[in-house]
């Protein structure tokens, strides 16, 4: 017999669990299913991510949507608490520090501008202020940076997991499986058909496959500007012992570096070379090629160390505007779009699915985020974060 849900995500990561969270906690009465096809996430976005979220963006949306991330964070272990069980999310509030040269001051001072303005408690730093608190910095090359204590990073996984057993607990169900088609009848979507052959019926289907949604949404005719970019993480273990906790550190070019804990750090960055496909192989040299030198020239103790590990996760790249694209394509009902993250989704998860579970309720959304609604690509409309946009 074929099963018949309200509203079925495609993909069991952060964005599909907290999808499914809100609908359950708003319409404890609905049918939900998640449909993951790899339940052990080996490659899942989520968890290869730095976990990090940040009140240092332009756009106003994307601003609120990681002030109610932060809110969401303060009682996530209580809320989502499952048989007296709760998520240690492990949050560290490390504060994100988004140093930038003269091409950038502007943009970055205008984004300040605007995260004050709703309540951020976010700051501009002169060179000599950046030097003063973080002294294993080079600030000669910068002309300031933007500071925001309350940015911080966590365990990706705990947050996964605890949106995910929470929405089971309201009533979700979790099924193993790959969707290979979406299925449609007119203008309305119907549900989707498994690798298995298995159909599953649904008045909505929400698109959470994250990197892998090209093939998926062509099921359907659509063609989403979302690619799948593979991204390194590499950790390394140093000589510096830092004398205060550092923060999340993006250097003018892009490349960050996180401190995990005493003298290990996280380094990275996005690469015009990075290649596009599902790719998860780790190479080690591109930090000593590419990557290492630069990092040195901003902070010289770096100069030896050791790589200890890392590894290679994807980005679902929107090209067209390097924007979330949230809610229902045009033209075709019941199809619910959380894709296109490119490179900043793990923090919005709370923000999007909530809204998400708003639009499919019939709500009127708690935050309006239709400024990043799939028209605007019908539209040639982009919305662009800044020039500038780092991580
Ligand atoms: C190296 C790296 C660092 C990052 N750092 C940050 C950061 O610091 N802060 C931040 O906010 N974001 C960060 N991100 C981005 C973030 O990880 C993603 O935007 C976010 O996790 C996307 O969540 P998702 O649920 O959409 O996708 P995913 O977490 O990838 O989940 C999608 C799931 O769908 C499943 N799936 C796919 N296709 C199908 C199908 N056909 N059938 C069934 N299941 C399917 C997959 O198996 C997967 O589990 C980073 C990403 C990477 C790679």
Redesign the pocket.
């Known amino acids: 017999m074929t099963k018949k849900y309200d509203a079925i995500m495609?993909?069991?990561?952060?964005?599909?669990c907290a999808t499914a969270y809100y609908l359950m906690k708003k319409a404890p009465q609905l049918k939900v299913a998640i449909?993951?096809?790899?339940p052990t996430?080996e490659?899942?976005?989520?968890v290869?991510?730095?976990?990090?979220?940040r009140l240092q963006f332009n756009i106003k949306e994307n601003i609120q949507i990681s002030q109610y991330g932060l809110e969401v964070l303060k009682t996530f272990a209580d809320d989502m608490e499952v048989d007296g069980v709760k998520p240690d999310i492990a949050f560290r509030e490390q504060g994100n520090l988004f140093m930038t040269d003269e091409a950038g001051k502007a943009s970055t001072q205008k984004g300040i501008a605007t995260q004050q303005s709703l309540g951020c408690p976010t700051e501009w730093l002169e060179p000599a202020q950046v030097k003063e608190k973080f002294s294993l910095f080079e600030v000669d090359q910068i002309a300031g940076a933007g500071w925001s204590p309350a940015d911080g990073t966590m365990d990706a996984n705990a947050v996964l997991t605890g949106y995910k057993n929470k929405a089971i607990a309201l009533g979700a169900e979790y099924i193993k499986?790959?969707?290979r088609e979406i299925l449609k009848v007119d203008g309305q979507v119907s549900g989707v058909r498994l690798a298995s052959g298995d159909e599953i019926q649904a008045d909505f289907v929400v698109n959470?496959?994250?990197?892998?949604t090209k093939g998926?949404t062509k099921t359907v005719g659509v063609e989403l500007p979302v690619v799948p970019i593979k991204?390194h993480?590499f950790v390394v273990e140093t000589n510096v012992e830092p004398d205060v906790e550092y923060p999340l550190t993006v250097l003018p070019s892009g490349l960050y570096l996180i401190q995990e804990h005493g003298s290990t750090f996280l380094v990275?960055k996005s690469l015009d070379d990075d290649p596009i496909g599902i790719d998860f192989a780790f190479d080690r040299n591109i930090f000593i090629e590419e990557l290492w030198e630069e990092l040195v020239g901003y902070a010289p103790a770096f100069d030896q160390l050791k790589i200890t590990g890392g590894w290679a996760?994807?980005?679902?790249v929107n090209t067209f505007d390097r924007n979330a694209i949230l809610g229902e394509w045009p033209g075709l009902k019941g199809f619910m779009l959380?894709n296109g993250?490119s490179?900043?989704?793990?923090?919005?998860?709370h923000g999007v699915g909530r809204y998400l579970a708003e639009l499919i309720l019939g709500e009127t959304p708690t935050l309006d985020l239709s400024i990043f609604s799939p028209q605007r690509i019908l539209d040639n409309k982009p919305v662009f974060e800044n020039e500038h946009k780092l991580?």
């Open positions: 495609v993909g069991g990561g952060v964005m599909g449909i993951e096809k790899d996430y490659f899942c976005s989520t290869l991510s730095d976990a990090n979220i499986g790959e969707v959470s496959s994250g990197a892998w998926l991204r993480v990275g996760g994807l980005y679902a959380a993250f490179g900043h989704g793990f923090q919005q998860c991580v």
